[in-house]
């Protein structure tokens, strides 16, 4: 039997998601869902400007589809790729992104294995939402070399995740956040392994994907939407 090429980390962030129990939770009660709604759009419009004909967007972690979503409006020739390491994920997803019928492939992909044709080469596009802060600084600068080698010339990464500040700044956002966002629901609180990288570790590793042309194009609290450019 071979071993998995999936990471220690990979497996541990993705064990609570495999309870349906604990995805529906999170799902029916995401504090943050109505704040992520500019930042999406944004990124979408981003790459619009740069790649208008993107045809293949793959969304990584992607849970429910929302990031998907909100690209496949976007790029209407576009064919999107969903992808998670939930079973219990696949299913809303399924429902959620059912309007766009067969524009969406559903793969089962851990992260921190993306090789094998785990997911498409030459992507035009591929996003990932609060799902790569489950990796420390090492994991993380392996995610995205993965992922930018999985990008076409000219294509984009989009990361619209969580970062961890200072001390003082961890206390003042943890403060004022609750007066922008819903509470968590019973059920839905998940345990982080690492402490969260830092927004420096996000863009030391781009630049050891390789991905020079970046930039933190919308941020709230501890949230921020790193998006970049590969060469070519
Ligand atoms: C907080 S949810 C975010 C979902 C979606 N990207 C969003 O922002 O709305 C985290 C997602 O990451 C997925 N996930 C956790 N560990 C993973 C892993 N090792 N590989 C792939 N997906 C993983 C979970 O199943 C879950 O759908």
Redesign the pocket.
């Known amino acids: 039997m071979t071993a998995p090429r ?1 990471t220690e980390q ?2 541990r ?2 064990a609570p ?1 495999q309870n349906p129990e604990f ?1 529906g939770a ?1 799902a029916a009660g ?1 504090p943050l869902g109505d704040l ?1 709604a500019l930042p999406r759009r944004l990124a979408a419009a981003l790459v619009a400007l740069d790649r208008p004909r993107s045809r293949l967007i793959v ?6 589809g ?2 998907l979503a909100v690209f496949l409006e976007e790029f209407a020739e576009a064919r999107g790729v969903w ?4 079973e219990a ?1 696949l299913s809303r997803a399924r429902e959620s992104l059912a309007p766009y019928g067969d524009r969406v492939d559903y793969r089962i ?4 294995d993306l090789s094998g044709g785990a997911i498409p080469e030459n992507a035009d596009v591929i996003v ?4 790569a802060h ?1 990796l420390d600084r090492a994991g993380l600068a392996a995610f995205y070399t993965e992922a930018a080698g999985h990008l076409a010339p000219g294509g984009w990464l989009v990361d ?1 995740d969580h970062t961890g500040p200072s001390d003082v700044w961890d206390q003042r956002f943890r403060t004022v956040r609750k007066r922008f966002t819903r509470p968590r629901r019973k059920g839905a609180e998940h345990r982080h392994d690492h402490p969260l990288t830092s927004v420096q570790d996000h863009l030391d590793g781009f630049a050891a994907a390789g991905i020079t042309d970046v930039e933190i194009a919308w941020k709230a609290f501890f949230t921020c939407l790193f998006i970049g450019r590969k060469d070519g």
Not at 59 to 64: K, R, V
């Open positions: 999936t990979g497996r962030a993705a998601w995805a999170w995401d992520l969304d990584i972690g992607s849970g429910p929302a990031f992808s998670d390491a939930s994920m992909v851990d992260m921190t990932t939402s609060r799902a489950h619209l």
